[in-house]
């Protein structure tokens, strides 16, 4: 069964839908703990071919093997060690 949308029912916070667009929310990379390792390549500014190659040889920090072969990378630990390389600089 599908319940219809009640306004009472928000939270704060929440997404709501507004007449100009679909919900509004954050990029999907600031709110979700793994990510991807393309979309860790797109965060660190390399190629998702040297990711990949980076994430298997343990070169790239925060890399979580999943069930089926699936790699993530942890978020937090992913842009620690970005900020990490910048102060380096």
Known sequence: ???????????????????????????????????????????????????YSWARSGQLPGVVNLPGRRLRVRAAVLRAWLRGAEDER
């Open 1 to 51: 069964m599908v319940r219809q949308y009640r306004p009472e029912d928000e939270t704060p916070g929440t997404p709501t839908p507004t007449a100009s667009g679909p919900l509004s929310h954050p990029p999907a990379a600031t709110r979700r703990p793994l990510l991807s390792v393309t979309e860790a390549a797109e965060e660190a500014g390399l190629s998702r071919s040297v990711a």
